[in-house]
């Protein structure tokens, strides 16, 4: 293994944020997910422009799109989730030792 995948998801302030983490960590692959609460949200919905707050979570995997896809749909509050890869370069060796350790 070479690199640890990384992926971008936002989620409403009103989830039980500790359930929705658990349940990721438990899916085979995914080793650590970073939040980051009370982000603010605008977007378009037809012609309206709607505020909200958000828990922004950034899931380390070793998963590929797919599969993490996959999960996050099955667990994922939204109807139409957000789901982006970040393409990174290399992970530092002893932090795959670290994800090697803990799958």
């Known amino acids: 293994m070479e690199k640890v995948n990384i992926f ?6 009103d989830i039980d944020l500790e359930s929705f983490v658990k349940n990721l960590l438990n899916k085979k692959g995914v080793v650590c997910v970073n939040t980051i609460k009370n982000v603010a949200s605008f977007y378009k919905e037809g012609d309206r422009i709607i505020e909200s707050v958000e828990c922004i979570f950034l899931i380390k995997t070793i998963l590929n799109k797919n599969e993490l896809e996959k999960i996050l749909i099955e667990i994922h509050p939204y109807e139409i989730p957000f789901i982006k890869e970040i393409i990174t370069g290399k992970t530092n060796e002893d932090y795959l030792k670290w994800v090697m350790k803990n799958l």
């Open 8 to 13: 971008y998801t936002t989620a409403s302030n």
